[in-house]
């Protein structure tokens, strides 16, 4: 295997070995460069422009485009003193900016509605490579456009750079390297969190220190995190989930309505996953990334639940969408069309598809509830038993719209929900005996999830407390359980495809 070459078939993910000794390789320089912060910068840079050409080959290119194009447009944007001026350089990089990202993502979606509606039948091409291949004699393939991975995260970080550049929340003088490095920084390029650059920006400026703290959190995290992918999701994925969700009619209701249950684990445990062991590369490098999940499944409404997943998408989206909208400021009904227009928006991030748009717009209408039951459920809140039923609402209402997010497709989505509805209880045992494995560790998954925040943080601190020689035991161990349950074939992250 060419260690250099981009393989579409081995991309450089965080379950990989080859993963593991690129880091510890990247690590040994960075240790010999850490006091330098130009040339610490310039190295984590170029890696993380190779570890984006491991993942995504080429559009690496994309990426350097977004980067220049976005720099030089908040260096007019900051130089600029006529208002007028300043927010048509503004929407011209956003939509510069967005352009690339509606190209790679929603031509399909576009020209379908264009097709369907005009009775057309154009077939998209790329014409990108195409006039790639035609102006540098590539030989790029036209055929289909391929969706760059990291498109959507890294677009929305330079629309945030831009706006807060705009509306001076960004102070001093921002050097091209110091916005590469943010824009690119490897451990969360491509499936998140979504860092703000007033956040990452100016722990550049800072001296580098690994705390023994630090450390053993990061190593803390990292096991978490492969855990949550590797022992559960991958393995509840690949051993029930993925088999009922391709063919839900070929399986009992009771078995849908349990791999409906199934893939709200495993969507959680792998883009949490992810984000445990994105945040603690990030540590051993001296950055803090924002946390990113907070027991979402332990939310008692959709607004709490949104407070919890996927924050730094959550707060983009009320920081650049709602509030610019007019959030709760014109009044009750126009603060319910915010919250609608801002969580289509949302849907629409995650795919070029109707059944995110409906995702998106039915979370926007849970959100409109809230607001008119808030009197009540702020009352149910403050008794044990009024939290237990608002959990247990709140569960089923995200995991009954995870179908949709599953689903390959509307009629699927649609048969899942129509099986489970049929659901025989009756056969609860006999289909546990068939699957007992990947559903016991779903339960196992859940009930660690559910545990009090306090006795995570206990057993969290006693790994990080421990002595050395206990943390390569318990890794040592971890590995192994990991090794014996990893599936043969690689599972990228879901978020990889948003």
């Known amino acids: 295997m060419n260690i250099f070459a981009y393989t579409p078939n081995n991309p450089l993910l965080f379950t990989s070995i080859y993963f593991w000794i690129f880091l510890l ?6 240790a010999a460069v ?14 993380s422009l190779f570890f984006y050409y491991k993942s995504s080959g080429n559009f690496v290119i994309l990426l350097l485009t977004t980067t220049v194009l976005t720099y030089l447009f908040s260096l007019w944007i900051e ?12 929407f011209s990089a956003i939509f510069l900016d967005c352009a690339f990202l509606l190209y790679f993502k929603y031509t399909y979606f576009i020209i379908d509605l264009i097709n369907t509606g005009t009775s057309s039948t154009i077939i998209p091409k790329d014409y990108l490579c195409l006039f790639a291949n035609n102006t540098f004699g590539t030989k790029f393939s036209v055929d289909k456009i391929i969706l760059p991975v990291g498109i959507s995260f890294y677009t929305f970080q330079a629309v945030s750079f831009l706006v807060d550049r705009y509306k001076n929340r960004l102070h001093g003088k921002i050097s091209f390297l110091s916005f590469a490095f943010y824009l690119t920084f490897f451990p969360q390029l491509v499936a998140g969190p979504i860092v703000r650059a007033d956040v990452f920006l100016p722990q550049t400026e800072e001296k580098w220190k690994l705390t023994e703290f630090d450390f053993s959190l990061a190593i803390f995290l990292i096991l978490n995190g492969l855990i949550k992918k590797v022992f559960v999701s991958d393995y509840i994925s690949i051993n029930f989930v993925d088999r009922v969700f391709t063919t839900p009619d070929a399986f009992t ?5 349990l791999a409906t249950y199934g893939y709200t684990i495993q969507i959680y445990c792998d883009f949490s996953g992810y984000t445990d062991i994105a945040i603690a590369v990030s540590l051993l490098f001296g950055f803090h990334l924002p946390m990113n999940f907070n027991s979402p499944y332990k939310a008692l409404t959709i607004s709490d639940f949104w407070h919890r997943w996927h924050i730094s998408l959550s707060t983009w989206l009320r920081d650049y969408i ?6 709760n400021r014109k009044g009750k009904i126009r603060q319910y069309l915010n919250l609608m227009i801002t969580m289509l ?4 991030w995650h795919g070029a598809n109707i059944k995110f748009v409906f995702w998106g717009g039915m979370h926007g209408l849970l959100l409109i509830v809230d607001k008119l039951l808030k009197p009540l459920t702020d009352g149910m809140s403050k008794k044990i038993i009024g939290k237990f039923i608002l959990a247990v609402i709140t569960f089923h209402l995200v995991n009954t719209l995870w179908i949709f997010f599953r689903a390959d497709n509307w009629n699927l989505a649609i048969q899942v929900i129509n ?11 006999t289909v546990f005996s068939a699957y007992w494995k990947p559903l016991s560790v779903a339960l196992f998954a859940l009930t660690v999830h559910i545990l009090p925040k306090n006795f995570k943080l206990l057993y969290r601190d006693k790994f990080i407390s421990a002595p050395l020689w206990c943390k390569i035991i318990t890794a040592v161990l971890v ?5 014996q349950s990893k599936s043969s074939a690689i599972q990228p992250f879901i978020y990889f495809q948003f």
């Open 34 to 47: 850490k006091n330098n912060k130009q040339a610490s910068h310039i190295w984590l840079l170029f890696v």
């Open 25 to 30: 390789f990247v690590l040994s320089i960075f």
């Open 79 to 90: 130089k600029t003193n006529k208002r007028s001026i300043k927010k048509f350089l503004l």
């Open 345 to 348: 928006v949302g849907g629409f």
């Open 322 to 327: 709602y509030i610019p909208l007019g959030g």
């Open 479 to 483: 590995v192994f359980i990991l090794v």
């Open 419 to 429: 099986k489970a509805l049929l659901s025989d209880f009756s056969q609860l045992g």
């Open 253 to 257: 209701g009771i078995e849908n309505l």
